[in-house]
């Protein structure tokens, strides 16, 4: 199985900053990539989804996909506490596997 | 109305006995999965179903089976329980495979 990676934290923001959080794979033919968001004690839910390189809006979120460098982040502006949570980026491998790969997860803390 | 559910919620079990999770989705999803999440948080496919068929079975012990006995249902089997079989069951489905997945509430299951 495939690697994805991301920095575990906490990442520890003001209310109102923008969190930046990434995640870097190691299958070159990863085809769908996705972001959930998992409260503690609750179970992971989308946050955004992304398959082709670039940026996607949704709201306060964007996310950026960059497949020549492997890697793709979620941008959250105007972040409030309740945007505390654990961020899991899931990466579909390709080759026909259609086996999904979650990172460990990044934890962030937005403090008032 | 629940999407994607779970029953038991919690499961607390000795060591050797055997036990079932069942899950149903009711949001017409032709794929369905089984992950562990550890207490480390990390979150590993186990299985994964497509219409019925089994296209996904990771490094799982044989003591673990799923079925599938339609596309609404995937339910969990674990034989001879162990005390690393601890954690956090969660079933998810999605419209075809690759696609967002969406995640029942989860099944903790202790053994002691």
């Known amino acids: 199985q495939k690697e994805v990676e991301q920095n575990s934290g906490p990442l520890s923001v003001p209310e109102g900053a923008i969190a930046s959080l990434n995640c870097t794979y190691s299958?070159?033919?990863?085809?769908?990539f996705f972001w959930y968001r998992q409260y503690s004690g609750k179970s992971p839910e989308l946050i955004m989804s992304i398959y082709s390189n670039g940026d996607k809006e949704d709201g306060r979120f964007t996310a950026q996909l960059n497949k020549a460098s492997q890697y793709v982040s979620l941008l959250i502006r105007d972040s409030q506490p309740s945007d505390s949570a654990t961020y899991l980026c899931a990466v579909f491998e390709g080759g026909g596997s259609y086996i999904p790969t979650f990172g460990r997860g990044t934890s962030l803390i937005v403090h008032p | 109305d629940t999407a994607v559910s779970q029953t038991p919620k919690y499961l607390v079990t000795q060591m050797g006995n055997d036990k079932s999770i069942k899950c149903e989705q009711n949001l017409g999803h032709d794929t369905m999965y089984w992950y562990k999440q550890d207490s480390k948080k990390f979150l590993k496919i186990m299985f994964s179903y497509n219409n019925k068929e089994l296209i996904i079975n990771e490094t799982v012990p044989n003591r673990f089976s799923p079925k599938s006995p339609d596309k609404a249902h995937l339910n969990l089997h674990i034989n001879s329980l162990e005390l690393g079989d601890s954690a956090v069951y969660f079933c998810?489905?999605?419209?075809?495979?690759?696609?967002?997945?969406?995640f029942g509430p989860g099944t903790r299951l202790t053994v002691l």
């Open positions: 299958d070159r033919g990863s085809q769908s």
């Open positions: 998810a489905s999605s419209q075809e495979v690759l696609n967002t997945q969406y």
